[in-house]
């Protein structure tokens, strides 16, 4: 195995095979498995390189994300094909994928060079202050420590190995273990070899990442109990995200596990933007839908609308492009096997009907697109009718009038989006919703579809619970990288015991006395 080359000591031999994800069939070899004792050597690197990664300056750090990208396009076809082989996803999503993988990284570099991440915040000594003289008073963030990271099965390149959870918590200062999904192992293989070489390029040690892989939930699970580890980022099911969730709480030092887990994305159809484009909106909530076999956190799995007209000009248009959607594979047989479980529930429940399906595939793990639709009140009368099918399954919630609409939104879990669509005449109810949506997601879009998530400054991709564990903060943007920090304030240290960054003439973004000064 290529990779992290400090934990070759205990890898066995195993039936752990690479999956051809369209076939369902193994691929080469039986593949190496890193055990308990790798965890712990892992976590013994991590914590043995933290203090020295940690105190690198800015541009070894911004230069190593940087490094990190170059590796990764010099992996060149090879990865996109062993990608391809074990999601299933097609090679231009895979491409565009790296390229948000080493975007990421390089918006990273970007936050690091600025140093805004610091946080350094400066209240100059009061000495003459009455009745009491103020101390003096510095600020700065410091990273948290080793973190653990589980890579997405959805993403293999931009949310896994190398991914957003992993950038930033590098961009934090935090040394990182990442837990590979066992769904795509030779690409991990390839992303972690790519990490290792831009850590020996940028003369690091070598514990400042580490990438454990192997089937079952042993490793991530002491991955997560072990000591040294200071935070987890995770994206996936629920029940695994709620698993590690107890397992940090229940350790003698708890910490925090960012989790991101499921989510069913309402998108509310305004009466106005429904009477003027109905078809139109029902075909391109199907484009949205079926983007990559349905498999995005952000994937529109609700749709609410007050019945009429326009209501029924959208149904029969997204019914009629959903039969003529194609089969997709999707990722693993696991996740399919969930998808046609959560379908076959849909269609037999006696409250919901089947608006159309798509097209049936011929592979072993093809996702056959469907939709479905139920009305307001058996919709509130049953909990698990607002529960994610992960795929390209959604339901539509027919409302009687707006308080039956926003009824059903109050009811609804936290999600990590909420789109409205609407034309100048919904403007009015637009607005009353936008309260209620605040409360449910961390983004609300208007008049677009919820997939696709920019890779940027003022995007959250986060939101109340199940959508993620901690509704705090965002998984994708540049202030993902908070989630690995902590402030550290230092009183009436003297000049040469102060971090440099609080020394009186360094040049960094800074508070000083509550006022910002770039
Ligand atoms: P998953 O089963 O939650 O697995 C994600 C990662 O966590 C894997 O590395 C898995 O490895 C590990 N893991 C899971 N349960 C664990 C536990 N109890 N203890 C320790 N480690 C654990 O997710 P998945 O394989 O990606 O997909 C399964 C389902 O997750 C999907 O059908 C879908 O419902 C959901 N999903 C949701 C999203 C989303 O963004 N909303 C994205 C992907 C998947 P091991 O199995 O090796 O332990």
């Known amino acids: 195995m290529a990779d992290t080359q400090h934990l070759d000591r205990s890898q066995q031999a195993s039936g752990f095979r690479s999956i051809d994800a369209q076939s369902g069939q193994p691929v080469g070899p039986p593949l190496a498995i890193h055990g308990l004792a790798d965890v712990e050597a892992a976590c013994a690197a991590a914590e043995g390189a933290f203090d020295a990664y940690r105190a690198i300056d800015n541009e070894a750090r911004a230069a190593f994300l940087e490094r990190i990208g170059a590796e990764i396009v010099t992996l060149g076809d090879d990865l996109i094909l062993t990608a391809m082989r074990e999601s299933g996803l097609p090679r231009a999503r895979l491409e565009g994928e790296r390229g948000r993988t080493v975007g990421q990284l390089k918006m990273f570099a970007d936050v690091v060079r600025r140093g805004g991440w610091m946080g350094v915040r400066i209240d100059p000594s009061l ?17 948290l420590g080793p973190v653990a990271v589980f890579g997405a099965s959805n993403f293999p390149l931009a949310f896994s190995t190398a991914g957003g959870d992993t950038a930033s918590a590098l961009a934090a200062g935090c040394t990182v273990v990442v837990k590979g999904h066992p769904a795509h192992p030779a690409t991990g293989a390839m992303v972690a070899g790519a990490i290792d070489a831009a850590v020996a390029a940028c003369g690091l040690p070598t514990g400042v990442f580490s990438h454990l892989v192997g089937p079952g939930n042993e490793l991530g699970s002491a991955l997560v109990q072990d000591p040294r580890i200071a935070a987890v980022g995770f994206t996936g099911s629920r029940g695994g995200g709620l698993a590690l969730v107890k397992l940090a709480q229940a350790r003698p030092v708890p910490i925090p596990v960012y989790a991101e887990m499921s989510s069913v994305n309402p998108v509310v159809l305004l009466p106005e933007a429904l009477k003027a484009r109905g078809t139109a909106l029902g075909t391109a909530f199907v484009g949205s839908l079926t983007m990559g076999a349905g498999q995005f956190c952000t994937n529109p799995g609700l749709v609410l609308a007050i019945e009429g007209e326009g209501l029924d000009a959208f149904v029969a248009a997204a019914g009629t492009a959903l039969c003529e959607a194609s089969a997709a594979t999707m990722l693993t047989g696991g996740i399919h096997a969930a998808y046609e479980q959560g379908v076959a529930a849909l269609r037999a429940h006696d409250d919901v009907k089947t608006i159309a399906q798509g097209k049936l595939g011929e592979g072993v793990t093809q996702g056959q697109a469907a939709f479905f639709e139920t009305s307001a009140a058996q919709f509130l009368a049953d909990k698990e009718l607002g529960h994610e099918v992960f795929g390209a399954a959604s339901l539509l919630v027919r409302c009687t009038s707006e308080d039956e609409l926003h009824a059903v939104l109050r009811e609804a879990e936290g999600q990590l989006t909420a789109t409205i669509q609407m034309d100048a005449g919904d403007s009015d109810a637009a607005s009353r919703l936008i309260p209620l949506l605040e409360r449910k997601a961390g983004r609300i879009l ?45 009183q009436n240290l003297a000049p040469e015991l102060l971090p440099t960054v609080l020394r009186d003439g360094t040049v960094a973004p800074r508070l000083v006395d509550g006022v910002f000064v770039d």
């Open 127 to 143: 000495p003459d202050r009455a009745p009491l003289p103020r101390p003096d008073l510095r600020m700065r963030m410091i990273p």
């Open 446 to 490: 208007a008049n677009g579809w919820p997939t696709g998530v920019e890779v940027s400054h003022a995007m959250v991709h986060g939101g109340p619970f199940p959508a993620t564990s901690d509704g705090r903060t965002t998984s994708v943007g540049s202030l993902a990288i908070d989630r690995f920090l902590r402030p550290v304030s230092y």
